[in-house]
């Protein structure tokens, strides 16, 4: 059924109690909502909520990796525009973001970079509007922002993964499919040796982004509530003083006190040209072992070419002992669960 059709009829829930159950997967633990699979046939918007696109040739591998899944493509109104170093201005951005949402015929969504920017849009984005049409959002980086704000104010799962510039790698295409078009508990494999910093086992939902961004929102109404999460981070350009005084930040705004589990993915291009420093390895294990609970790092979830598609707010598990993290379950709704209610 396509989501037309379903719009459609969807009013018949609320004179067909019965039928609510079969809804069931369609909410986290923590009441978020599941964004129906991805399917071939389907069409993609493309925005721009952040900075700009500047290569035409991104434009092209963007469209031949969604295309090749069997996917059709629409871009924002907005998403080649330039105002400084934006892709429009603040207005047309978060334009192009509610139309994607609001567009029955739009399936999900993709950002085609990160950057910065997507805070400001902030004020002008329908929640109520996004709530009621409810659709994948996919992307990472400055993305991390609206991950935070779409979970908090439209009780949305969203998706940390790779963004319409991405590198798309062998990995990444295959964990996107795997997460939003098969529907998989996928388990995420990395090409990468996770390495330890704490043993033991965690199940939460998995939480997270980019720490830099993460650290924005600390104080503000977007700041998220990582309770009982297993909190993954990733970052680029800094070096390890930064990451110290960022995870130090996240400490004493609490957000590190009550987490079940930790993942730092990669820190591209992250160093100290001085000496003498603290390694990467050391600043997160005076950080994290201390907490007692497991955690690892060097995950492919960054500004990397292999970068895993994380459901924000789902379930899964980090196996320190093992080395392994997986989901346990679907971070999508099925299409079928949906066709089978009526």
Same mark, same amino acid.
């Given at each position: 059924?396509?989501?037309?059709?379903?719009?459609?009829?969807?009013?018949?829930?609320?004179?067909?109690?019965?039928?609510?159950?079969?809804?069931?997967?369609?909410?986290?633990?923590?009441?978020?909502?599941?964004?129906?699979?991805?399917?071939?046939?389907?069409?993609?918007?493309?925005?721009?909520?952040?900075?700009?696109?500047?290569?035409?040739?991104?434009?092209?591998?963007?469209?031949?990796?969604?295309?090749?899944?069997?996917?059709?493509?629409?871009?924002?109104?907005?998403?080649?525009?330039?105002?400084?170093?934006?892709?429009?201005?603040?207005? =047309?951005?978060?334009?192009?973001?509610?139309?994607? $949402?609001?567009?029955?015929? *739009? #399936? %999900?969504?993709? /950002?085609?970079?990160?950057?910065?920017?997507?805070?400001?849009?902030?004020?002008?984005?329908?929640?109520?509007?996004?709530?009621?049409?409810?659709?994948?959002?996919?992307?990472?980086?400055?993305?991390?922002?609206?991950?935070?704000?779409?979970?908090?104010?439209?009780?949305?799962?969203?998706?940390?993964?790779?963004?319409?510039?991405? =590198?798309?790698?062998?990995?990444?295409?295959?964990? $996107?499919?795997?997460?939003? *078009? #098969? %529907?998989?508990? /996928?388990?995420?494999?990395?090409?990468?040796?996770?390495?330890?910093?704490?043993?033991?086992?965690?199940?939460?939902?998995?939480?997270?982004?980019?720490?830099?961004?993460?650290?924005?929102?600390?104080?503000?109404?977007?700041?998220?509530?990582?309770?009982?999460?297993?909190?993954?981070?990733?970052?680029?350009?800094?070096?390890?003083?930064?990451?110290?005084?960022?995870?130090?930040?996240?400490?004493?705004?609490?957000?590190? #006190?009550?987490?079940?589990?930790?993942?730092?993915?990669?820190?591209?291009?992250?160093?100290?040209?001085?000496?003498?420093?603290?390694?990467?390895?050391?600043?997160?294990?005076?950080?994290?072992?201390?907490?007692?609970?497991?955690?690892?790092?060097?995950?492919?979830?960054?500004?990397?070419?292999?970068?895993?598609?994380?459901?924000?707010?789902?379930?899964?598990?980090?196996?320190?002992?093992?080395?392994?993290?997986?989901?346990?379950?679907?971070?999508?709704?099925?299409?079928?669960?949906?066709?089978?209610?009526?």
């Amino acid at each position: 059924m396509k989501r037309t059709d379903f719009l459609k009829q969807a009013g018949t829930l609320a004179l067909a109690p019965t039928l609510l159950p079969a809804f069931a997967n369609r909410t986290t633990r923590k009441g978020l909502t599941k964004p129906i699979q991805l399917s071939e046939g389907d069409t993609v918007g493309l925005v721009a909520p952040a900075g700009i696109v500047f290569d035409e040739a991104d434009y092209d591998r963007m469209e031949r990796v969604l295309k090749d899944y069997g996917l059709n493509i629409k871009y924002g109104e907005h998403v080649r525009d330039r105002h400084g170093y934006f892709a429009g201005r603040d207005k =047309d951005r978060a334009k192009d973001l509610n139309n994607m $949402f609001g567009d029955p015929d *739009i #399936d %999900g969504i993709v /950002a085609v970079r990160g950057g910065w920017g997507c805070a400001r849009i902030l004020p002008y984005l329908d929640f109520e509007m996004i709530k009621n049409n409810p659709k994948i959002y996919c992307g990472f980086s400055d993305n991390t922002t609206l991950h935070f704000a779409l979970m908090k104010y439209a009780n949305l799962v969203t998706y940390h993964g790779p963004t319409g510039n991405s =590198d798309w790698s062998d990995l990444t295409i295959d964990h $996107f499919k795997k997460v939003l *078009i #098969d %529907g998989d508990s /996928a388990r995420m494999e990395s090409n990468s040796e996770l390495k330890l910093i704490r043993q033991g086992r965690a199940e939460g939902p998995f939480m997270g982004g980019n720490l830099t961004i993460l650290t924005t929102t600390l104080g503000t109404s977007y700041q998220p509530d990582t309770s009982g999460a297993i909190l993954f981070l990733e970052d680029i350009g800094e070096p390890s003083y930064k990451i110290d005084r960022m995870l130090t930040h996240l400490k004493s705004a609490g957000l590190l #006190d009550d987490i079940n589990g930790f993942i730092f993915g990669q820190c591209t291009n992250c160093g100290d040209g001085t000496a003498p420093t603290f390694t990467l390895e050391e600043v997160l294990k005076q950080h994290i072992e201390p907490l007692g609970i497991p955690a690892v790092y060097n995950a492919d979830i960054g500004h990397d070419e292999d970068n895993f598609t994380i459901p924000q707010g789902v379930k899964g598990e980090l196996n320190a002992d093992r080395k392994t993290i997986r989901l346990l379950e679907p971070g999508v709704t099925e299409r079928e669960v949906i066709h089978d209610s009526f």
